[in-house]
């Protein structure tokens, strides 16, 4: 599937926090988080993990693709990040896709990265949503970006679509963003550090289909 101008304008809506009102997990919330961490001056809640099945835990596992070492590919239907490494060998990361609707394949570079970053709806999503305000700053606890932002470019064009973190731990696994590809914020943090400006990504509906049994990636190691 190529982007279409349709797609892009959907891909732009990123999460929005109306969206934990409307699951049940929302309900359960405090207990996805461990206490607070500090990053660059910023305190933010920990994902307490013990909550989160191991499936979508960041770990090192076995993986077959004739991608360059390097390259993030994503696996929109089973909602994982592989970051491609030597030795047939990828790092995978839980990840929440777009839901119904929202969801988009192709090929991007990162050609931008944020600490912190800003969140300004777009126009489109404040027009669905009124209530929202022109922007929220960066590094509050009411940006659902998160503590790190990469934005997808392709054939030098900002495609709307980014990798961030979220407000919502508990929608890792799920169809639940409006394009973007969001992640636990200790993973967007380590993902921020691995990709320089320039990686290659690319998003696909079925590349764990390609791996060469699932109990490699049952049995991952993970990464410390």
């Keep these: ?26 309900a359960a919330a405090p207990s996805y988080f461990d206490g607070t961490a500090v990053d660059n001056g910023v305190t933010f809640r920990r994902t307490n993990f013990g909550k989160i099945d191991r499936r979508w835990h960041r770990q090192v596992v076995k993986y077959f693709s004739s991608e360059p070492i390097g390259t993030v590919v994503v696996d929109t239907r089973h909602h994982f990040l ?55 700053s960066g590094g509050s606890p009411k940006n659902p970006l998160g503590p790190r932002a990469m934005y997808l470019h392709r054939d030098g064009v900002d495609t709307g679509y980014r990798f961030h973190g979220t407000l919502e731990p ?10 973007c590809i969001r992640m636990f914020n200790e993973d967007a943090i380590d993902l921020y550090q691995r990709c320089p ?16 049994n699932s109990a490699e ?7 410390e």
Excluded: C
């Excluded at 990636?217 to 990464?223: H, I, K, N, R």
């Design 1 to 26: 599937m190529v982007w279409t101008r349709r797609s892009i304008v959907l891909g732009g809506l990123a999460l929005i926090g109306t969206g934990a009102a409307r699951n049940p997990a929302a």
């Design 82 to 136: 592989y970051v491609i490494m030597e030795n047939k060998t990828a790092i995978r990361y839980g990840v929440g896709v777009g839901r119904e609707g929202f969801k988009w394949f192709g090929r991007a570079t990162i050609d931008a990265k944020s600490l912190w970053p800003r969140w300004t709806p777009p126009p489109e999503m404040r027009k669905r949503h009124p209530e929202l305000p022109e922007f929220v």
């Design 170 to 179: 508990w929608s890792i696994g799920k169809d639940a963003s409006s394009g």
């Design 197 to 212: 400006i320039g990686t290659a990504v690319q998003v696909l509906p079925h590349i764990a289909d390609q791996a060469e």
């Design 217 to 223: 990636l049952s049995q991952a190691t993970p990464v």
